[in-house]
């Protein structure tokens, strides 16, 4: 450690980190373990990227950092591995709940940007002794608690479930040496900053604060002041600037064709693995049921589906099961896909910086991407706050041979043919004869009526060939049946 420190000496006294990595940097260089650098091996890096080179070593010099990176820029491993590197020295393979508190805690806005962490660090600390687990809300609490309770070195978590752990007594933060806020900014903008106050009372005062974002508003810097120290702030790009590999298209249509604008995008370009933001979750759901009307595996994920359904809707999207995620912005978070080709925006998003989130989901490390946004007359406030925040203009076109269906020509009878005057029945000359308004239900019912209904009644043969009564006998028998059968039928009865 002592050599380490030294070789990055010239980094550290600057409290503003700042530049490129220089080529030949490798991960060897920053003094990680043998069994980190196995690991690292295995997912196939080589080369750590700015924000990495940047922020590994200052993090093992114990200092507070407050990171600013493009997302897909490998913030995760940039905090991830220099804690593991620094917990090493606890790691022991005892069985023991006490001998495994939690050193180090994780906080993401949402469930599935904390599953992606508690991957990553799993993946990164597999060769270690170092025991990690992740708790979020919308699952049960049963298997968190088993884990817990047998102890862990690293929690990811979400705000509010970890609270409930909390409350229900399953966790002990009074270990914890390291805290790391990840996406700090979603969860302002999600209202966790009192579960945020109340979770820091909850650490030793003596610990290291990191804090990592896509973007830095003043509302970030100000939580940042409240309980950082001295942080090294470390900026490898413009702050709220978009990657330079995503290729960034604005086409201008109607609001009501918008769906059909989508399902225009997507064959036209055959495109597969395609993410697509709406504002809504409703918005979401009929988009995706409208494209698989269209013969387009896709898929919804937003607040009102499960946690399971979310998963395997995830996971059927990674897997390649599905072509197109809908999604909302919360719902997206942590979404990690190698080469995604293209994002789409069905709906500009009312908050700029989530502009730069979500076209961060394509153009990741390094690789290029589309980010493809649709936007109508009621959007054009919208994008101009993503234009001043990005800092540059975004040309607006037309989207190349889309024709709306309400704009094509009628399928049934061949091309729609140009109405003349002389297709118009001739006048008749002379008043119009009035007519009754009872007219038209009369002649109706005389198309409909059957003429032989209309016959008299004519009895059949063989009840003229029956044998009538002559006697009076008879005549008063048969008078008496009529009143015995008029009776019953109006619910009396008839002597005998």
């Given at each position: 450690?002592?050599?380490l420190?030294?070789?990055?000496?010239?980094?550290?006294?600057?409290?503003?980190?700042?530049?490129?990595?220089?080529?030949?940097?490798r991960f060897?260089d920053f003094?990680?373990?043998?069994?980190?650098l196995?690991?690292?091996?295995?997912?196939?890096?080589?080369?750590p990227t700015?924000?990495?080179?940047?922020?590994?070593p200052?993090?093992?010099?114990?200092?507070?950092?407050?990171?600013?990176a493009?997302?897909?820029?490998?913030?995760?491993?940039?905090?991830?591995?220099?804690?593991?590197?620094m917990l090493l020295?606890?790691?022991?393979?005892?069985?023991?709940?006490a001998r495994h508190?939690?050193r180090a805690l994780?906080?993401?806005?949402?469930r599935?940007?904390?599953d992606q962490?508690?991957?990553?660090?799993k993946?990164?600390?597999?060769?270690?002794?170092?025991?990690?687990?992740?708790?979020f809300?919308?699952v049960?609490?049963?298997?968190?608690?088993?884990?817990?309770?047998?102890?862990?070195?690293i929690?990811?978590?979400?705000?509010?479930r970890?609270?409930?752990?909390v409350?229900?007594?399953t966790?002990?933060?009074?270990?914890?040496g390291?805290?790391?806020?990840?996406?700090?900014?979603?969860m302002?903008?999600?209202g966790?900053?009192p579960?945020?106050?109340?979770i820091?009372?909850?650490?030793?005062?003596?610990?290291?604060?990191?804090?990592?974002?896509a973007?830095f508003?003043?509302?970030?810097?100000?939580?940042?002041?409240?309980?950082?120290?001295?942080?090294?702030?470390?900026?490898?790009?413009?702050r709220?600037?978009?990657?330079?590999?995503?290729?960034?298209?604005?086409?201008?249509v109607d609001?009501?064709?918008?769906?059909?604008?989508?399902?225009?995008?997507?064959?036209?370009?055959n495109?597969?693995?395609v993410?697509?933001f709406?504002?809504?979750?409703?918005g979401?759901?009929?988009?995706?049921?409208?494209?698989?009307?269209?013969?387009?595996?896709?898929?919804?994920?937003?607040?009102?589906?499960s946690?399971?359904e979310?998963?395997?809707?995830?996971?059927?999207?990674?897997?390649?099961?599905?072509?197109?995620l809908?999604?909302t912005?919360?719902?997206a978070r942590?979404?990690?896909?190698?080469?995604?080709?293209c994002?789409?925006?069905?709906d500009?998003?009312?908050?700029?910086e989530?502009?730069?989130?979500?076209i961060g989901?394509?153009g990741r490390?390094?690789?290029s991407?589309?980010?493809?946004?649709?936007?109508?007359d009621?959007?054009?406030?919208?994008?101009?706050?993503?234009?001043?925040?990005?800092?540059?203009?975004l040309e607006?076109?037309?989207?190349s041979?889309?024709v709306?269906?309400s704009?094509?020509?009628?399928?049934?009878?061949?091309?729609?043919?140009?109405f003349?005057?002389?297709?118009?029945?001739?006048k008749?000359?002379?008043?119009?004869?009035?007519?009754?308004p009872?007219?038209?239900?009369s002649?109706?019912r005389?198309?409909?009526?059957?003429?032989?209904?209309?016959?008299?009644?004519e009895?059949s043969?063989?009840?003229?060939?029956?044998?009538?009564?002559?006697?009076?006998g008879a005549?008063t028998a048969?008078?008496?049946n009529?009143?015995r059968?008029?009776?019953?039928?109006?619910?009396?009865?008839?002597?005998?």
């Amino acid at each position: 450690m002592p050599q380490l420190v030294a070789f990055f000496k010239d980094m550290s006294e600057n409290q503003s980190v700042s530049g490129q990595p220089a080529p030949e940097t490798r991960f060897q260089d920053f003094g990680l373990s043998a069994d980190i650098l196995r690991a690292l091996d295995d997912q196939g890096y080589e080369h750590p990227t700015p924000i990495q080179t940047q922020a590994i070593p200052v993090v093992l010099q114990g200092k507070d950092v407050m990171g600013a990176a493009q997302t897909g820029t490998g913030k995760t491993a940039g905090f991830s591995l220099p804690v593991i590197q620094m917990l090493l020295q606890h790691a022991n393979t005892s069985a023991s709940p006490a001998r495994h508190p939690v050193r180090a805690l994780i906080l993401t806005p949402t469930r599935e940007l904390a599953d992606q962490v508690a991957e990553n660090v799993k993946n990164y600390s597999k060769y270690t002794s170092l025991r990690s687990t992740v708790v979020f809300g919308g699952v049960d609490m049963g298997q968190q608690v088993v884990a817990l309770k047998s102890g862990v070195e690293i929690l990811i978590a979400t705000p509010g479930r970890l609270l409930d752990h909390v409350q229900q007594k399953t966790v002990n933060l009074s270990h914890t040496g390291i805290l790391i806020l990840d996406e700090a900014d979603r969860m302002l903008d999600m209202g966790f900053l009192p579960d945020l106050q109340r979770i820091i009372n909850l650490l030793p005062t003596k610990r290291q604060n990191l804090m990592f974002s896509a973007t830095f508003s003043g509302d970030i810097k100000k939580l940042a002041a409240s309980f950082l120290n001295k942080p090294v702030t470390i900026e490898v790009a413009r702050r709220n600037s978009t990657s330079e590999n995503v290729t960034q298209t604005v086409y201008h249509v109607d609001e009501a064709v918008k769906n059909e604008a989508v399902v225009h995008i997507l064959k036209e370009r055959n495109l597969k693995q395609v993410l697509v933001f709406s504002n809504t979750k409703i918005g979401a759901g009929r988009l995706a049921r409208q494209l698989e009307r269209e013969g387009i595996k896709a898929s919804a994920i937003h607040g009102d589906k499960s946690q399971h359904e979310r998963m395997a809707a995830l996971d059927a999207f990674k897997n390649g099961q599905i072509d197109v995620l809908v999604a909302t912005d919360v719902a997206a978070r942590g979404l990690d896909i190698a080469e995604m080709p293209c994002v789409i925006n069905y709906d500009l998003p009312y908050n700029a910086e989530d502009y730069v989130h979500r076209i961060g989901r394509t153009g990741r490390a390094g690789a290029s991407g589309d980010a493809i946004s649709l936007y109508s007359d009621k959007d054009e406030r919208f994008l101009t706050d993503i234009e001043k925040l990005i800092g540059r203009k975004l040309e607006r076109v037309p989207l190349s041979g889309f024709v709306p269906r309400s704009a094509q020509p009628a399928e049934r009878g061949g091309e729609r043919r140009a109405f003349k005057r002389e297709d118009m029945p001739a006048k008749r000359s002379g008043p119009k004869p009035e007519r009754s308004p009872y007219a038209s239900a009369s002649l109706m019912r005389k198309e409909l009526s059957d003429p032989w209904f209309d016959k008299p009644y004519e009895p059949s043969p063989s009840a003229l060939s029956k044998e009538k009564p002559s006697s009076t006998g008879a005549a008063t028998a048969s008078a008496k049946n009529s009143k015995r059968r008029l009776a019953v039928l109006l619910g009396g009865s008839v002597k005998q």
